[in-house]
């Protein structure tokens, strides 16, 4: 793992220009450069042996959530640094405990309490909050500011964060023990369901391998890749069909901390 953000500034200052001018194309009015990636505040050295493999990376965890700590902890404009204690916690914390855990209880409950078939159910100020949130997802990677990606996860991490707190407000598990409350069961499910899918394709970009299982989990059709942010309001789950698969992000400990010695 390496970083080229001061080589590439002075590229794109110094041979980039030259080369447009010399083919006669207009120069460009703004070049977007990142940072660099440091390990333990330290910046990678062969030399000084301050290195990181990158197959120990994957193996500890998988290459999404390699992914998404990269684009979460590393900001576009500025610099970040990589270490193992905090790519362990940002696994536990985000993505098995917060996503994984909340993906597999949505599963469960539709499974047990549905038939595995998601019912219908009416919009509310939940789905008012992430069509809010959409738009600054939107606004982190458009270009206007640079391409902030790590806004962006923190944007998305606002709806897991909601959707979590859903879940502990209505207590399906509860609802379902009342044959009264079953308009109110079905509503609970039918919006995290739509969070749930609407959650896959944002997440898509960052951690493309868990986005389409938890896609193919929740019954949807085709490839969440090809779902377009413009439709996302609109997007109705009613109707598919769940399936319960392995755990998204199994929170297993890693058996042994990995040095980053050679």
Do not use: C
Not at 13 to 37: C, D, K, T, Y
Not at 77 to 106: H, K, M, P, Q
Not at 171 to 176: E, H
Request: charged share 25%; proline share 6%; net charge neutral.
């Amino acid at each position: 793992m390496h970083t080229i953000g001061k080589d590439i500034t002075r590229f794109h200052s110094i041979i980039w220009p030259a080369m447009l001018q010399a083919a006669e194309l207009p120069l460009p009015r703004r070049v977007w450069a990142h940072g660099f990636v440091l390990f333990s505040g330290e910046k990678f050295s062969k030399t000084a042996g301050v290195r990181l493999e990158l197959e120990d990376a994957i193996a500890r965890f998988g290459v999404d959530p390699l992914r998404y700590f990269l684009l979460r902890e590393v900001p576009f404009d500025a610099d970040g640094s990589f270490t193992w204690d905090r790519f362990e916690d940002r696994y536990n914390a985000d993505l098995a405990n917060a996503f994984g855990n909340l993906a597999s209880r949505v599963v469960t409950m539709v499974e047990k309490y549905t038939d595995g078939v998601v019912p219908a159910g009416s919009r509310n100020d939940v789905d008012r909050a992430d069509a809010s949130d959409l738009t600054d997802y939107i606004a982190a990677m458009d270009g206007s500011r640079g391409y902030l990606l790590h806004e962006a996860l923190r944007v998305v991490w606002r709806s897991v964060t909601r959707a979590n707190e859903y879940v502990q407000r209505t207590q399906p598990w509860s609802l379902a023990k009342k044959p009264a409350a079953r308009p109110e069961l079905e509503q609970a499910l039918a919006l995290l369901v739509r969070q749930l899918a609407r959650l896959a394709v944002l997440v898509s970009p960052f951690i493309p391998t868990k986005a389409q299982e938890l896609w193919e989990s929740l019954g949807g059709p085709g490839e969440v890749a090809g779902q377009r942010l413009g439709a996302l309001e609109g997007l109705n789950p009613t109707g598919w069909r769940v399936t319960k698969g392995p755990a998204l992000f199994p929170r297993e400990q890693p058996s042994a901390k990995v040095s980053s010695a050679s």
